[in-house]
Nanobody, 121 residues
Framework: QVQLVESGGGLVQFGGSLRLSCSPS????????IGWFRQAPGKEREAVSC????????SYADSVKGRFTISRDNAKNMVYLQMNSLKPDDTAVYYC??????????????WGQGTQVTVSS
């Protein structure tokens, strides 16, 4: 069983930056691809970005390309989502998930509890 913990969310102004972190509790992420997903109120959950277990492959939603960067440090057992040039449309609960490299949430078996990101205009 892999338990994931997200951190780094908060309130930021339009154009600001945040860095989200995803770490496991009592396990390792080395063997898993990690995906970041988000869900805004009244909207379906959507894929934001994912990274393969080695970090060699990454993928981004069109809405965040050029603004968000996913990375991982397997030595530290951490995955990050650097979010720059934030917009109010980025406001959502952000989740990290561990599983197979995919933009589909169905590929991920383990999920964190989420961290709130709010971008004010």
């Amino acid at each position: 069983q892999v338990q994931l913990v997200e951190s780094g969310g908060g309130l930021v102004q339009f154009g600001g930056s945040l860095r989200l972190s995803c770490s496991p509790s009592g396990s390792t992420l080395v063997y898993f691809a990690i995906g970041w997903f988000r869900q805004a109120p009244g909207k379906e959950r959507e894929a934001v970005s994912c990274i393969s277990n080695t970090g060699r492959n990454t993928s981004y939603a069109d809405s965040v390309k050029g603004r968000f960067t996913i990375s991982r440090d397997n030595a530290k057992n951490m995955v990050y989502l650097q979010m720059n040039s934030l917009k109010p449309d980025d406001t959502a609960v952000y989740y990290c998930a561990a599983g197979l490299y995919s933009n589909s949430s169905n590929a991920y078996n383990y999920w964190g509890q989420g961290t709130q990101v709010t971008v004010s205009s």
